[in-house]
Nanobody, 129 residues
Framework: QVQLVESGGGSVQAGGSLRLSCAAS????????MGWFRQAPGKEREGVAV????????DYADSVKGRFTISQDNAKHTVYLQMNSLKPDDTAMYYC??????????????????????WGQGTQVTVSS
């Protein structure tokens, strides 16, 4: 059972930056899609960014392209989400998730939540105007 632990959330003003971290309890196989999701109150969970552990291919939701960057450090079993130029609309609980045995071409930001096997507990991001 893989455990995922997010950290790095907090409160910032619009235009600020945060870096979220997702530490896995064990090395994830190379055919794993690691994703960041977010969920604001009253809204559905939204896929934000993904990275494929085998090769580092990444994808982003249109709402964050050019502002967010996902990366991984395999030696530390950690995935990061660098968030720049934050907007109030980015306010949400951010979750890290892992989808195992996923072909690389399916690891996109539109991969749905039910396809992920493991989830972290979430970290809150609040952006004030």
């Amino acid at each position: 059972q893989v455990q995922l632990v997010e950290s790095g959330g907090g409160s910032v003003q619009a235009g600020g930056s945060l870096r979220l971290s997702c530490a896995a309890s064990e090395l994830t196989p190379v055919n794993t899609c690691m994703g960041w999701f977010r969920q604001a109150p009253g809204k559905e969970r939204e896929g934000v960014a993904v990275i494929y552990t085998g090769g580092g291919r990444s994808d982003y939701a249109d709402s964050v392209k050019g502002r967010f960057t996902i990366s991984q450090d395999n030696a530390k079993h950690t995935v990061y989400l660098q968030m720049n130029s934050l907007k109030p609309d980015d306010t949400a609980m951010y979750y890290c998730a892992a989808a195992r045995a996923i072909p690389w071409f399916r690891c996109t930001a539109s991969l749905t939540a039910p396809e992920y096997n493991y989830w972290g507990q979430g970290t809150q991001v609040t952006v004030s105007s």
